[in-house]
């Protein structure tokens, strides 16, 4: 039908006042944001569009896999008996790979925690000599199918969650997680963080490994598909999760531990910890993920991680290849005392969450923390919008009550993203950059441009 | 003057956005200059031009903005920067659920707004054109206001259009009409039968406020850019609107507004213009239509003669009844004339100081045969180039909408401030005897024309007693600044005001003939 027999329906891009003329005239109009493109080099997009059928295709390819993807806490193990190459000099660590010399406070504090909490040193000065002298290897979390949030350290003795993909045949690893206060993975390093993880491995690991095994297994996926019904995004919210969990994991503890004491301390310790969930929410969205990889000319980011210097992207479609650009201060809430000026650049895995379709890709299901984005539930709607401009698809799985049960925004496609200038929404802890000190706020920011645009550009070239 | 600047790297900016920010820098007390723009190549190259250009900005890259502004003294540029950083980073009211939601790009839009078929885009050029590919992709109908497109760009996007059945209108379509709705830089006109194709966003407006003014009314108003008649081009915009209104029902009058296409686009639209079964009214400014077209074919010389025979050939009337309108306007603006070349001793040129560009063009087809020669930084004929736009020489009249003026600041339709120091320092001059100025209102232009324009008046008339001020004033009633309020608050400050352009030009050139009539 001709634009003169039906009604004029305006899309604005630019000036917003020339929407005054059409609200006058009772013409619908939409105000459509505009971006420039990450990339300047147009011949890299023409290209991208050429080869759209393909891309499309094999973007289906990985989006089904991980979809399609079963996650279930299968159990748990000790990280040198059950992580593929763990080592006892080799430590793992969040975001994309970074050298000693170059690592940032909370991350550093973190690794002399975990030399200090593994025997290798006695001291916070030892640990920090240990640590820059060659003999203790590193390597990211990501390339042992592992994730962990903020300074994401996992050394040899840690116990971790075992999340298998019931669809495929790849598994997922992550710590329990310490709560809050002084805790490793905010870098402090103090006797009482190695207290803390000694009690999680002497005590809360073994009672909740038997307490597991017992039930077999614990389907995490409908976990979080309820959770975000009740509130949570689950990454800067886990309060359902966490009680989910519980509600599964409470009569198991009481029929499988000796001693109700323990059994007592144990499930006060999950109780008590309303994030107990985040390291789950990020095992089953690293597992989901994994099963996404490697699918040729996939455009679809299957890792988002930050070590607090970096933030690191890898695609369905190039490997293992890392691409990389400097992490920014998240925009945040800070708790009394603390400003910006302490906030370490932006840190952790726990941005899998968002990869996977959760986290600030879903925020407009947890309107209980709104003010971290401006105060009303329609901001959280909007930033949850957004991203459906940048996604591949929407999740058959996880949805959004107040979209009237919309799948989340699942599958962030580089080339949308660059073409767009839209960046991904990560919502976040935010440490201090001094190691030792911990949290010092939560807020939320968009993920940087550099690794998106150089991931973009290196996914072209090879169409 | 020293030049202060402020780079804010990689912050990327809307330009029409930064203008609005840099019209609110010149008001600021003590600024004289100043300039907010994205820090590429072209805006670099046009700032220097205005003198605002330091290594600072120089260095900086296409992703940086860039603020330069030239001050009084440093605390009066400080200001300036604290005001600009004050308005770029103010953000938009938060949408309350289920109102007015900002969607986050085109593929959100579109979803959110089922059924959308027009869009409008107004974002930096280098941007506009893949942007606009994408709205063709979508199935959207495409106004594009943006400049600064390439030919190329604009060739194959409405190559594409035509294909798709769709409309480009643009590059740099400033004003489009389309089921009633004001499209940009547009006026709120009556509904009627009035079709009009515009290669010219300022004779849109003007033709179709004196079609409304004059009591008939506009079906559509399509824009094409100004390049669409040109031979690269080709028409292509052009003679899909005149398909488009020959097939429309409600269109029963076309009404053409352009320049002198070039030869091989007229010869495309002369035989298109056969085919319509409706009479078709031509103004090419500039040009002449000497062909017999076909029996109900009216050319005109001007905008005002175009818009009138289109009104009368619309109410039912004959065309040449359209003469007889602009013979009473003839016979009132003699009266002025004769009144105001009495007060003249000393002073002999006209300065004609517009906004809108196609007004250049319609002055100077109708100024010489009064007083002679006229002089322009957009003459019509390039021998009558001014050699310095900020010289004025002689009769002359000035286009302020062109590049040399607009960079890193607003057009001269939304931002007085630079006219209204001409106004000042022209009519100080003692030889200047007329000042010809247009006020457009509507949509996009400036909401409190009257606030910003009759202070400079004030301080004009005070500085030369024997100065005439004649202006035309483009809207309508229903326009936001109400056409009528206008007028008359500039007849009470001692301006002449008449109901078009062209009848301004003659009264102006009227005045300069009776006075120099009078020395001789």
Partial sequence: ?463 | MPIRTTIKKGAYYDSVALMQVAKKLNSVPGVLDSAVVMATRENKSLIKASGLLTPEVEKAGENDLAIAVSARTPEAAEAAFKAAGELLDKKPAPASPGTDRRAAGLDDAVKTLDGANLAVISVAGRFAGTLAADCLDKGLNVMLFSDNVPVDTEVALKKEAVKKGLLVMGPDCGTAIINGAPIAFANSVRRGNVGVVAASGTGAQEVTTLVSNEGAGISQCIGTGGRDVKEEVGGLTFLQALEMLAADEATQVVLLVSKPPHPSVMRKITAAVKRIKKPVVAVLLGGETKERVKDDFYPARTLEEAAYKAACLGKGLKASKAKELIYDMNLRAEELAKKEAAKKKNSRFLRGLFSGGTFVSEAQVILPEFAGPVLSNAPLDKKYRLKDSVKLSGHAVIDLGEDEFTVGRPHPMIDFSLRNRMIVSEAKKPEVSVLLLDLVLGYGANLKPLDDILPALAEAFKANRELSIVASVTGTEADPQVRSRVVRALEAAGVLVMPSNAGACRLAGEIIRLAAKAKR
């Fill in chain 1, 1 to 463: 039908m001709g634009l003169f027999n039906s009604e004029l329906k305006v899309v604005n891009i630019g000036l917003e006042s020339f929407r005054q003329g059409l609200n006058d005239a009772g013409v619908k109009s939409v105000q459509a944001q505009f971006k420039p493109p990450l990339s300047a080099e147009t011949a890299l997009f023409a290209k991208a569009a050429k080869a759209a059928a393909r891309v499309d295709k094999a973007n289906r390819k990985a989006l089904d896999r991980i979809l399609g993807a079963r996650p279930a806490l299968a159990g748990m193990g000790v990280a040198l008996d059950v992580i593929p190459g763990m080592k006892r000099d080799l430590i793992l660590h969040a975001g994309p790979p970074v050298a000693w010399d170059r690592m940032c406070g909370p991350m550093r504090g973190g690794i002399m925690a975990a030399l200090m909490y593994e025997g290798m040193a006695k001291t916070p000065k030892e640990a920090e000599r240990l640590a820059a002298s060659g003999k203790i290897k590193y390597a990211p979390c990501h390339e042992h199918s592992a994730v962990g949030p903020m300074a994401g350290i996992i050394s040899a003795s840690m116990p971790v969650f075992i999340v298998k993909n019931e669809a495929g045949s790849n598994y997922a690893y992550a710590t329990q997680n310490e709560g809050l206060g002084k805790v490793l993975r905010y870098g402090a390093y103090g006797p009482e963080v190695i207290e803390r993880l000694k009690w999680m491995e002497k005590t809360l690991y073994p009672t909740l490994k038997a307490a597991i095994e017992s039930l077999g297994r614990i389907d995490l996926k409908s976990m979080v598909a309820q959770a975000l019904h009740m509130g949570d995004e689950v990454h800067n919210r886990n309060r359902a999760g966490t009680s989910l969990f519980y509600r599964a994991i409470a009569p198991a503890v009481i029929k499988t531990c000796p001693d109700p004491e323990r059994a007592a301390k144990v499930l006060e310790f999950v109780n008590g910890n309303d994030h107990f969930f985040l390291n789950l929410s990020m095992a089953l969205s690293k597992a989901s993920l994994d099963a996404g990889r490697g699918v040729k000319d996939s455009s679809v980011v299957v890792v988002m991680a930050r070590n607090g210097t970096d933030f690191g992207v890898q695609l369905s479609g190039t490997g293992s290849k890392w691409f990389t650009g400097p992490a920014e201060v998240p925009d945040a809430l800070y708790f009394p005392g603390y400003t910006k000026a302490d906030a370490n650049p932006d840190i952790g895995d726990s941005a899998i969450t968002e990869t996977n379709g959760l986290g600030g890709f879903a925020i407009a299901a947890a309107p209980a923390i709104v003010q971290f984005v401006g105060g009303s539930a329609a901001d959280a709607v909007n930033y949850t919008m957004a991203m459906y401009g940048i996604t591949a698809g929407e999740n058959n799985i996880y949805k959004i009550p107040y979209l009237n049960f919309r799948g989340t925004p699942t599958g962030i496609d580089v080339i949308k993203v660059a073409k767009t200038g839209i960046l991904p929404f990560i919502d976040t802890g935010v440490a201090h950059k001094d190691p030792g000190v911990g949290q010092v706020g939560a807020g939320v920011l968009s993920a940087p441009a550099e690794p998106f645009r150089r991931a973009f550009e290196a996914f072209a070239r090879e169409l």
